[in-house]
């Protein structure tokens, strides 16, 4: 089945200490991305990767990392968590010739505290 | 700067009426627009993908209308069932390059039996 997988899916953590959190695909697409969605703000995006290796900061990046080593993986890091991190985090993938055409994963519920 | 605007915010109907939710945008070169369903805590899932040239698109009791020249869009839900309680996503892509889309902030439609 064709999916964007997320884990995990709930995680309760302290202010300052690091996490990742995963994202798989395995619809071999080229362009996967990180939003946060919080109450009335919709969907904001965090850091986006066109491909291996090339990575690119969206409209909230600040307390966030990412990296692309692997075309199916896009974990999102939080160096140091503060509770304004507290939100829901979805994963997302689309290919080159579908532009718009994502398929989002579950999601994963974060709160710092 | 790209904007898409969503309306009404929110919106309560009975089961079985009709309901339509608009989407306007200034998004440009405009490439293609899709509206999503996004069930409380789940992620977004494609309903409608709609190009320049096309006026009207269906799925189901999902009807999608784009008027190009005045920058609109609708969604109209026929006959309304309870499961269509949810968030409506716009989400915008423009020509070129970018693999940024601007999302709408949605509208929380809640059907009562």
């Known amino acids: 089945e064709a999916q964007v997988t997320q884990n995990p899916r709930y995680l309760i953590t302290v202010t300052g200490k690091k996490l990742t959190v995963t994202c798989s695909q395995n619809?071999?697409?080229?362009?996967m991305s990180w939003y946060r969605q919080d109450p009335g703000l919709g969907l904001r995006q965090i850091y986006y990767s066109m491909n291996v290796e090339v990575t690119d900061k969206g409209d909230v990046p600040e307390g966030y990392k990412v990296s692309r080593k692997e075309k199916r993986n896009f974990p999102l890091i939080l160096e140091s968590p503060s509770p304004n991190q507290t939100s829901l985090y979805f994963c997302?993938?689309?290919?080159?010739?579908?532009?718009?055409?994502?398929?989002f994963g579950s999601g994963t519920r974060l709160t710092v505290v | 700067k790209n904007q898409v605007e969503q309306s009404p915010q929110s919106l309560i109907i009975l089961e079985g009426k009709n309901c339509t939710l608009q989407c306007n945008y200034t998004v440009s070169p405009f490439s293609n627009l899709r509206w999503y369903k996004q069930d409380t805590g789940r992620g977004p899932v494609s309903l409608t993908i709609m190009t320049f040239s096309e006026n009207t698109k269906s799925n189901g009791r999902y009807t999608a209308t784009l008027d190009a020249d005045t920058k609109q869009s609708s969604l109209h839900i026929t006959a309304s069932q309870l499961s269509d309680s949810a968030s409506y996503i716009c989400?915008?892509?423009?020509?070129?390059?970018?693999?940024?889309?601007?999302f709408g902030r949605g509208t929380s439609l809640i059907v009562h039996p």
């Open positions: 997302a993938s689309s290919s080159s010739t579908e532009r718009n055409g994502y398929t």
């Open positions: 989400v915008v892509s423009a020509q070129g390059g970018s693999y940024i889309p601007t």
């Open positions: 619809m071999n697409h080229e362009y």
